[in-house]
Nanobody
């Protein structure tokens, strides 16, 4: 079994910063892409940022220049540094990872962490 556990969410004022973490554990052989998604109330889940195993990154236009995705392959952990936060960044943030285990390769989701940005 594989688990993804997110942490680091919370309440912050507009203009502030938060750092999210996503730790993967279990019978992991390798992790391919890791990504952060978010879902605001009444909206569809959207991709925020993705990072490959080699460190290449892509971002949603709405967060470019403000958010930075990174990963520590030795610790099976991904991070999302969020700066200059805006009220419209308020959402539940989910970690997603493409993981190869001893049995198969599949996509996994974390439980989500709430980020609330007050104006």
């Amino acid at each position: 079994q594989v688990q993804l556990v997110e942490s680091g969410g919370g309440l912050v004022q507009a203009g502030g910063s938060l750092r999210l973490s996503c730790a993967a554990s279990g019978s992991i052989i390798g992790i391919n892409n890791m990504a952060w998604y978010r879902q605001a109330p009444g909206k569809q889940r959207e991709l925020v940022a993705v990072i490959t195993s080699g460190g290449s990154t892509k971002y949603a236009d709405s967060v470019k220049g403000r958010f930075t995705i990174s990963r520590d392959n030795a610790k099976n952990t991904a991070f999302l540094q969020m700066n200059i936060l805006k009220p419209e960044d308020t959402a539940v943030y989910y970690c997603n990872a493409d993981i190869t285990t001893t049995r198969f390769r599949d996509g996994y989701w974390g439980q989500g962490t709430q980020v609330t940005v007050s104006s």
